[in-house]
């Protein structure tokens, strides 16, 4: 079976600083990953995701990732975040084969401050 | 153009009552899901249809009975609500059983049983 793990369930930043979130997965077989986010009273929106190649991943809104295969990680970054960037984020995995059923992890709530 | 629509966006509704969320995509796509988000934020899935038949059914009270009369709609009734149902119901789609693509998620529908 499949976990994941968001190590931070909230991460205060100021505004223009550098931003990492954290996530790990477990899984004994090949999966794909992923980062969504989602803004107050909205549903989740595809922020970027990690199929196979380059294991550094951009995706939109400036955030980049990093898929780590020795250390099951796949952290979020951002070199400067905005105001409007304060919002939840959720790392998931999925198998690529079999049910290909998402795996959510908890969330990290990203606070920008002024 | 709304891509995944749920409808309503709210409901208020008092225990024991009957309710129905609905929820239709114009993605063209074959796969659609239902998610519930608790109080803390963590998204679990419920139901997962492929074109219109049942792929992954979670351990969920049948009270809860999803139905997808075609492709592109997938509704969700639930049956003498109680107070723990209450959460944010999220709908989503994917283009295919195991797409990479990722998921496009509803805004979803905030129930509060009373």
């Known amino acids: 079976a499949q976990s994941v793990t968001q190590l931070d369930s909230q991460v205060p930043v100021f505004e223009e600083a550098p931003v990492e979130l954290r996530c790990n997965y477990s899984?004994?077989?090949?999966?794909?990953l992923f980062w969504y986010v989602q803004y107050p009273n909205q549903g989740l929106q595809l922020l970027l995701k990690?199929?196979?190649?380059?294991?550094l991943v951009k995706g939109i809104n400036g955030f980049e990732a990093e898929f780590n295969k020795s250390q099951t990680s796949f952290h979020l970054r951002k070199p400067s975040v905005h105001i409007s960037d304060t919002a939840e984020y959720f790392c998931?995995?999925?198998?690529?084969?079999?049910?290909?059923?998402?795996?959510f992890g908890t969330g990290t709530r990203l606070k920008v401050l002024a | 153009d709304t891509a995944v629509s749920q409808t309503p966006k709210y409901l208020v509704t008092q225990m024991g009552n009957d309710k129905s969320i609905k929820c239709e995509q114009n993605?063209?796509?074959?796969?659609m899901y239902w998610y519930k988000q608790d109080s803390k934020k963590f998204l679990k899935i419920m139901f997962s249809?492929?074109?219109?038949?049942?792929?992954i059914n979670e351990t969920v009270p049948n009270r809860f009975s999803p139905k997808s009369p075609d492709k592109a709609h997938l509704n969700l009734h639930i049956n003498s609500l109680e107070l723990g149902d209450s959460a944010v119901y999220f709908c989503?789609?994917?283009?295919?059983?195991?797409?990479?693509?990722?998921?496009?998620f509803g805004s979803g529908t905030r129930l509060t049983v009373v």
């Open positions: 993605l063209g796509h074959d796969t």
């Open positions: 249809y492929n074109n219109k038949e049942l792929i």
């Open positions: 989503a789609s994917s283009q295919y059983q195991g797409s990479n693509y990722g998921y496009t």
């Open positions: 990690y199929l196979s190649g380059s294991t």
């Open positions: 899984s004994s077989v090949s999966v794909y």
């Open positions: 998931a995995v999925t198998t690529t084969s079999g049910t290909y059923k998402y795996i």
